[in-house]
């Protein structure tokens, strides 16, 4: 298995589709990926990670509607039997925390569930579009992209979010989940040239209280910040001659981490919001081009003073020692919370 440290496109993509990571809420991107491919756009690359990864290698397999309709086929059994992908537990969820073990879940619901949104194609070299995922080098503290080869392994590394499922070895390599240091890979795509970028991302997602009661909460607050202000950097950074278009994802739900039963109505939403805003860029488009700039360029401010605000938020909740009503119950929400 290569692990990938320079661009493996021979040619410079034009446009990439870019779907960052997001869990359970990854049913969002389904829809805004149906409405890329009702507009018949089709990337020169598709760049995933975590829940971006299996959608992502799904969508770089058939960037078609035929091909969308199979991720909402998956989308809807996963949500009428989630423990195929994340088995449940009877124990709370403070005490899974704790007890000893790589991590709250086995990884092999998850490997099957990837061989589902796969449909057959094994290496990246068997997709019709050229695909991308990222995963975080434990050892070395970096990320990785992987872009040939077999596919299961490096979109499983890309998914396997600490404590909820175990490190995935790769060679002699340890992986954690790609979120945790590109969790929206914007700037692999301006990195490999692609001049339209399609961000497809589900919102401030994975959002922990901001009150800090113990050690777990604290741990909780850093990796948010950590892969917000990324995002946000990245958003900031895009060169004039990039479209970064940012497809909204609507209002998040507040759902516990493992739970998947508003897949179809995320997809729905994921869709129709979509849907609306690349409606509102056509019409920029045939009044003035300069419009369609504008209304980027704003779009980007706004997505960047929501991040850096949000985590500027989040930042003065962390000296917070506001005692909490009922401990034990809150600990079970930390640990439900945790993001994907």
């Known amino acids: 298995m290569a692990r990938l440290n320079r661009p493996l496109v021979r040619r410079r993509p034009r446009t990439a589709v870019v779907l960052g990571g997001g869990g359970n809420l990854g049913a969002i991107q389904v829809g805004q990926l149906r409405a890329l491919a009702e507009r018949d756009i089709v990337p020169d690359i598709v760049i995933g990670c975590s829940a971006g990864a299996l959608n992502g290698a799904a969508y770089a397999a058939d960037p078609t509607t035929a091909g969308v309709r199979h991720l909402e086929r998956i989308w809807r059994e996963i949500q009428h039997e989630p423990e195929t992908l994340m088995p449940g537990s009877w124990i709370p969820g403070p005490v899974l925390m704790l007890r000893k073990g790589a991590a709250l879940n086995s990884n092999q619901g998850l490997r099957k569930s990837i061989l589902r949104f796969l449909a057959g194609n094994e290496t990246f070299e068997d997709l019709r579009v050229p695909f991308q995922c990222v995963a975080t080098d434990v050892d ?121 039963e508003h897949s179809e109505e995320l997809m729905e939403q994921g869709y129709l919001n979509a849907v609306e805003y690349l409606d509102r860029l056509d019409a920029d488009d045939e009044h003035d081009l300069s419009d369609r700039a504008d209304r980027l360029r704003a779009d980007a401010k706004r997505m960047i003073d929501e991040l850096v605000g949000k985590v500027t938020e989040r930042r003065a909740g962390i000296s917070s020692t506001e005692p909490a009503a009922d401990e034990a119950a809150e600990a079970g929400e930390s640990a439900s919370e945790a993001p994907v």
């Open 140 to 260: 070395a503290g970096s990320e990785t992209w992987f872009s040939e080869g077999p596919l299961v392994d490096p979109i499983l590394a890309s998914a396997a979010l600490p404590a909820v499922y175990p490190m995935v070895t790769i060679g002699d390599r340890r992986y954690f989940d790609g979120g945790v240091l590109d969790n929206v890979p914007l700037g692999r795509a301006i990195e490999l040239g692609a001049r339209k970028i399609y961000v497809l991302q589900v919102g401030m997602h994975g959002k922990p209280d901001a009150t800090v009661n113990r050690p777990l909460d604290a741990a909780l607050i850093a990796y948010w910040i950590t892969r917000n202000a990324r995002f946000a950097r990245d958003l900031a950074s895009v060169p004039k001659h990039v479209e970064a278009i940012v497809l909204p994802p609507g209002k998040r739900p507040g759902l516990r981490f493992d739970d998947f």
